[in-house]
């Protein structure tokens, strides 16, 4: 048995490892037989060792044998060899490997352990299936985080502060209250009045809702109503006594009024110049020269514009006043808001008619407090070449205004020169043929302390006008005409269906024709069908105010002439008109397209109607007792069911408004295309 053992443990001695710790009662044994050794007597040792060697040399050989033969075998199936080797054993004992036996014992022991572990944890472990999942997850970036990427963080540092984010507010839910709406028709004796609430009940409230842009555009609306029919009811009173009842003074009309002139500061004043609103048609601007006697001291050296509305004729809304003599003056394209005059001095002035009264000056006169209003700006404090250095005779709106499809009259473009009516450009003409072009700008706040760079803008003014462009009218005349000096230019107008286009009327008989920009256009000049051996002024200017590109032109020596934008010569020309007399204005009816109004510097006035007849005025009028200094024609062309008149300024300073007769302010039937087919004969 012990040769045995030795031949196993040195068969296995190179698949296994050392196992002393496990196998110490094996080495106990060993000991106790080494002990009997040394007890044994020499000779059984000897025979011991006979036999050790004996089973050592049989052992190799078999160890050899077993080599050769089985090597692959062993190599592929190395356990069923090692069971093989158990079971093929000597035949002189039973092969029992302890060593196997051990270490299945252990394996078994490992493996029953990894079981009973992985049963307690399965109990322990529920897994489960996930539907939704975020594969990204990736928040936008804040401001804060995108201005440090950007930024970089390199040499920066970041700062934090307690933002109170951790004071939460609480608030709690309550029932609403209960109120009721009590009406009667008597006002209450207490605080209540008539259509109140009753809050006899203290727990009650009343939420008060008051929209105050709708309620002040309300009280504009309605007391200007309550205003005109306050001035109705005191002319009817007046005309029922006999007060200041007048009859018509013109043929042509059948009804007059008058406007309240008979103020003091007005008083002895002569009226320069008259001139409506294209806009809000009721708006008048009349501009009253110095006073013939100093009247009210403050005012003596002062001109005056009054801006009035002929259905409150008792006083004008607005005054206002300027130091240099008023040339020519014009409304805004848009709401009457802004007035603009044009001086001798030179100069171009705005007034913003919003501003608050508290920037201008106020005075007593007849027991009434007044406020005049000085300009808001002046183009004297623009120091440029680019500056008037003559008389402005004349300034005008640039406006988008245009002809509709039907030709019922000339409608604006409100929507594009904006509500406030400040998006446009305005033209000034001086006689030297100098046109400038200006931009009105509305100033977004407004400086009481006044500005160091406007020179011109008034303290707290928010309206200036800031230079454009320049536009030298000689240079569309041709040199033959240039060798005795330029002409001087009276009077521009612009084309009501295309303001690119302008015409300016001349001391040497012609109008101009230009263009603001683009190429220059044919025909450049206007001439009278003959030309006169005396020097004639074009003093006046007026286009037709439905659809057709048709204007008139007043002369120094009478002669009216009806041009044509297409052509040079006139359509018609009438030399002795006014009997040689220098026409002064010259006015195309609002509300007929085949009549207008023509007035000389003899105070007479003339009715045009090519309907009736093409050679001479159908009714002349004539004021001696009183002169007419200028006209003005009332009315609206997309209303010709409306009041429409003529504004006449006399010598004395009254205005008159002369209400025409029907038959001479309604349109007949196709009068436009009866006009047209007459002009047809002519031509």
């Given at each position: 048995m ?5 031949i196993?443990?040195s068969?296995?001695?190179d698949?296994?490892?050392?196992y002393?710790?496990?196998f ?6 060993d000991?106790?037989?080494e ?6 007597p020499a ?18 050989q ?9 090597r ?5 199936e ?12 000597p ?18 022991k490992?493996a ?8 307690e ?8 299936f ?9 928040p ?16 920066t ?18 029932d609403?209250?209960d109120?009721v709406?009590?009406?009667t ?5 207490g ?9 006899s ?6 939420a ?37 009842s007048k009859?018509a ?24 110049c008259l001139?409506?609103?294209q ?10 020269s ?31 006043v ?32 919003r ?11 007849g027991g009434?407090?007044w406020i ?6 002046s ?10 250095s ?6 005008d709106?640039v406006s ?8 019922a ?38 400086d ?24 030298n ?13 330029p ?31 683009g ?20 003093t ?10 048709m204007f008139l ?10 041009h044509?934008?297409a ?6 020309q009438w030399?002795e ?7 002064q204005?010259?006015l ?5 397209p ?19 007849n ?5 009714a ?6 009183d ?6 024609i ?11 008149g ?8 009254a ?6 007769k029907?038959q ?14 007459i002009?047809?004969k002519?031509?």
């Amino acid at each position: 048995m012990d040769s045995q053992s030795t031949i196993e443990s040195s068969n296995y001695e190179d698949d296994f490892e050392d196992y002393e710790d496990d196998f110490e009662d094996d080495e106990c044994e060993d000991e106790e037989v080494e002990q009997e050794k040394e007890e044994m007597p020499a000779r059984q040792r000897a025979e011991i060792e006979e036999i050790k060697k004996a089973i050592s040399a049989e052992n190799e050989q078999i160890r050899a044998t077993q080599t050769r033969s089985n090597r692959k075998t062993y190599e592929e199936e190395p356990k069923r060899d090692f069971e093989i080797s158990q079971t093929s054993g000597p035949s002189r004992g039973t092969f029992i490997d302890f060593v196997a036996a051990k270490q299945r014992e252990i394996s078994s022991k490992v493996a029953s352990k990894q079981k009973k572990r992985s049963v307690e944890l399965l109990r322990l472990i529920d897994l489960d299936f996930s539907v939704t999942f975020s594969m990204l997850d990736l928040p936008p970036l804040n401001e804060y985080d995108v201005y440090i990427k950007n930024f970089g963080r390199t040499n920066t540092k970041q700062a934090f502060v307690q933002c109170n984010e951790d004071n939460v507010d609480r608030e709690s839910q309550t029932d609403e209250l209960d109120t009721v709406e009590k009406w009667t028709q008597h006002p209450g004796e207490g605080s209540l009045v008539c259509g109140g609430v009753n809050v006899s009940d203290a727990s009650s409230s009343v939420a008060t809702n008051v929209d105050s842009r709708r309620l002040t555009n309300f009280l504009k609306s309605a007391c200007q109503v309550i205003a005109v029919l306050l001035e109705e009811d005191q002319a009817e009173y007046q005309a029922s006594q006999n007060i200041q009842s007048k009859t018509a003074s013109l043929s042509v009309s059948d009804g007059c009024s008058q406007l309240n002139t008979n103020l003091p500061f007005l008083h002895g004043r002569k009226v320069l110049c008259l001139r409506f609103s294209q806009v809000q048609r009721q708006t008048l601007l009349s501009v009253h020269s110095l006073p013939k006697e100093p009247g009210v001291a403050q005012l003596a050296s002062n001109y005056i514009i009054c801006v009035w509305n002929i259905w409150e004729p008792s006083a004008p809304q607005k005054v206002l006043v300027c130091e240099s003599e008023v040339q020519c003056c014009c409304f805004g394209p848009g709401n009457a808001i802004s007035v603009f005059a044009g001086t001798v001095d030179g100069s171009v002035i705005a007034w913003d008619l919003r501003e608050h009264s508290i920037i201008h000056y106020s005075l007593q006169i007849g027991g009434q407090e007044w406020i005049l209003r000085n300009p808001t700006f002046s183009t004297d404090g623009v120091l440029a070449a680019v500056n008037h250095s003559c008389a402005v005779k004349a300034v005008d709106p640039v406006s988008s205004a245009y002809f509709d499809n039907h030709g019922a009259g000339l409608s604006l473009l409100a929507s594009q020169e904006g509500s406030s009516g400040l998006s446009f450009q305005l033209a000034s003409l001086d006689e030297s043929g100098l046109l400038n072009l200006w931009v009105v700008v509305e100033l977004q706040k407004a400086d009481l302390a006044g500005s160091l760079t406007d020179l011109g803008l008034i303290p707290g003014g928010k309206i200036k006008l800031i230079h454009s462009s320049s536009i030298n009218v000689n240079s569309f005349f041709p040199r033959n005409l240039m060798q005795l000096g330029p002409p001087q230019t009276l009077s521009i107008r612009f084309l009501p269906s295309d303001p690119n286009h302008f015409f300016i009327g001349t001391d040497i008989g012609l109008v101009s024709h230009g263009t603001r920009h683009g190429l220059q256009t044919a025909p450049k000049l206007y001439k009278p069908q003959m030309n006169s051996v005396r020097p004639v002024q074009v003093t006046c200017i007026d286009f037709c105010h439905f659809g057709k590109t048709m204007f008139l032109v007043g002369c120094s020596d009478g002669t009216i002439r009806l041009h044509s934008v297409a052509t040079d010569h006139p359509i018609l020309q009438w030399n002795e008109s006014t009997q040689g007399r220098p026409i002064q204005t010259v006015l195309w009816a609002l509300t007929r397209p085949g009549m207008f109004f023509v007035l000389d510097e003899s105070s007479h006035i003339y009715v045009w109607d090519l309907l009736q007849n093409d050679s001479k005025p159908v009714a002349e009028e004539s004021l001696q007792l009183d002169r007419i200094t200028t006209i003005a024609i009332l009315g609206d062309p997309e209303k010709p069911s409306a009041s429409s008149g003529l504004m006449l300024a006399k010598q004395s300073g009254a205005i008159e408004i002369q209400y025409l007769k029907k038959q001479w302010s309604e349109p007949h039937l196709n009068e436009l295309e009866t006009l047209h087919y007459i002009l047809q004969k002519t031509i």
